[in-house]
């Protein structure tokens, strides 16, 4: 398999989890109906996870076909920058501290951490390997 196909398929996947991130986290913020044992988030972070991810999408895909290494590198910092946010999104679902929450409720596809987790966690080892693709200059 060439370098190339997996940078664009994994430049897929970043897509479908900034997607799905909007998707399941867009209007959760603040309506009063969040599980109990689940912390709430900043709708501001999905903002950012949003905005970050579609112009780092475009600034990335543009490096692949130009073949720019400059824009590469901006595009990373993006895709970090994406990562980082997304992990700090994926903090929600850190147990609460409170005497009185119950546990956080089962988890199912799509719903609860495990989506986020595959796709966070996803998220970063795909943006390690477009680091390496990048600093490697296999574009």
């Known amino acids: 398999m060439e370098w190339s196909n997996v940078t ?5 996947l970043g897509a479908v989890v900034v997607l799905l991130t909007r998707i399941r986290l867009g209007g959760d913020s603040g309506d009063g109906h969040r599980v109990s044992g689940v912390a709430g988030f900043s709708s501001a972070l999905v903002r950012i996870h949003t ?3 579609v112009l780092t999408l475009i600034a990335w895909i543009v490096a692949l076909v130009t073949g720019t290494h400059l824009i590469a590198l ?5 895709w970090w920058l994406l990562a ?8 929600r679902w850190l147990p609460s ?3 009185h929450a119950k546990g956080a409720t089962g988890d199912a596809w799509g719903s609860g951490a ?3 987790v595959l796709g966070h966690v996803g998220m970063v ?3 390690a390997y477009f680091t390496f693709v990048t600093v490697t ?3």
């Open 125 to 127: 080892v795909g943006v």
């Open 8 to 12: 664009w398929f994994l430049t897929a």
């Open 97 to 99: 501290g409170s005497k």
């Open 137 to 139: 200059e296999r574009l």
């Open 114 to 116: 495990g989506l986020s």
């Open 84 to 91: 980082i946010v997304g992990l700090l999104l994926l903090a």
């Open 74 to 78: 901006g595009a990373l910092a993006g």
């Open 51 to 53: 905005t970050v991810g």
